[in-house]
């Protein structure tokens, strides 16, 4: 049993929706999940899930849960942190949101940006993580700094075409 962490050992008929709800509560006050999130983490707890779905239904009804919402809030944190495109997908489905709410919150989150295309865009987040790890403008990288950038670059997710404007051009 990990720290602070209560974990029911009842059964289904023993466990209130009140018990889950005050549950789902607690961890909506910490930050926004993802209906798919909350519902692993109360999952987990061991409530069973003729109480978590009904609970569920309720929070998204009123508004405590809402997926398209925290989605963009993510997306908006993962940006602001120079992650690329495909590893902020991949963060967000392991949160538990499905491909198209994942789609649309990138794009809004990119969009916010009126002046540039997406494109453009992410060369610009790009090129700040390349200068934040590395202390220095991309075009001043000597070849085995380009090459450990590019492989950075790859890993937070951005493409090879980006990598290879900022590094290379």
Request: zero cysteines.
């Amino acid at each position: 049993m990990g720290f602070g962490k209560r974990f029911v050992k009842k059964g289904p008929d023993e466990v209130t929706e009140l018990q889950v709800e005050t549950r789902a509560m607690h961890i909506l006050g910490v930050r926004d999940h993802a209906r798919a999130e909350l519902r692993k983490k109360l999952k987990q707890r061991g409530y069973p899930d003729v109480r978590i779905d009904p609970v569920l239904d309720r929070l998204e009804e009123t508004g405590y849960v809402d997926d398209e919402r925290t989605s963009r809030v993510f997306a908006r944190a993962l940006v602001r942190d120079q992650w690329g495109p495909m590893r902020i997908r991949q963060k967000m489905m392991v949160k538990g949101f499905d491909g198209d709410t994942i789609a649309d919150a990138i794009h809004e989150v990119i969009e916010e940006d009126e002046d540039k295309d997406e494109e453009e865009t992410w060369i610009e987040t790009a090129t700040a993580r390349v200068r934040q790890k590395f202390r220095k403008e991309p075009n001043e990288l000597e070849k085995d700094e380009k090459e450990k950038a590019f492989r950075h670059l790859t890993y937070r997710g951005y493409s090879g075409s980006v990598s290879r404007a900022v590094l290379f051009t």
